[in-house]
Each structure stands twice: as C-alpha cells, then as structure tokens.
C-alpha cells in the first residue's frame, strides 16, 4: 500500500503563517484588481468617464476601454503569478524524499567506510 507519510511532510514544512499571510493578501489584489478590469471593460450603462471623479471625457468606445482595463489585469495576473510561485514551493517541499534517522542506505558514504 502507497503511504505517502503526509504528516511528516507537513511537519517538515514548519510553521508557514508569514507565507499564508502574503499570498492571501496578494489573492485578494489579484482579485480586486480583475474585477476592476471586468467593471472598466463592462461598465453598466454602456459608458465610462475616464479621469479623476465626473472630470473626465465620457468614453464609450469598447475597444477604448477594454484598453484601458488591460492594466489593472496585467497587475491582477502578475499579483496571481506570486500567489502560484509560493505553491508551487510548497508543492516542491512536499514533493521531496523523506529522509529517516536510522535509514543508513540512504546515507552517502554508507557503502565506502573504510578502517
């Protein structure tokens, strides 16, 4: 039967609160900011003011502000690639061999000790 021994893999992880804190905090940007995106790219009525507050020229183009949506999605997408790149290092941590105490064949210079 396959044992995977998940518990002393958990174990050897250690104590991740500081990662789990940063990639919460960059999930939820990423997902602000692709909602964000969404919002300025559909807007409800059909058009968007583009400027600071009412200032700005009324804009009702959709290409013009699918445009402009492209920015808060490239952050989006670069704020979801940190939140993967720690995974994927937990993934790579989890995955490595278990080494135990008394195993001696696992050992480098086992099978080469000499008088």
């Known amino acids: 039967m396959l044992k995977l021994r998940l518990a002393q893999r958990w174990e ?3 104590v991740r609160d500081a990662d789990v804190g940063v ?3 960059f999930a939820l940007l990423a997902a602000f900011l692709a909602w964000g995106a969404y919002e300025m790219a559909y807007p409800e009525h059909g058009c968007m003011r583009m400027g600071k507050g ?10 013009e502000l699918m445009k402009e949506a ?3 999605m490239l ?3 670069l704020s ?4 993967l790149y720690g995974l994927w290092g937990w993934i ?3 995955a490595r061999p ?3 105490d008394g195993d001696t064949a696992s050992a480098p210079d086992a099978d080469q000790q000499g008088p």
């Open 12 to 14: 050897r992880l250690g």
């Open 23 to 25: 990639m919460l905090l």
């Open 54 to 63: 009412n200032s700005g020229p009324l804009q009702c183009d959709p290409g």
């Open 70 to 72: 492209m920015w808060p």
């Open 75 to 77: 952050l989006s997408a």
């Open 80 to 83: 979801a690639y940190a939140v």
């Open 92 to 94: 790579k941590d989890m």
């Open 98 to 100: 278990l080494t135990l």
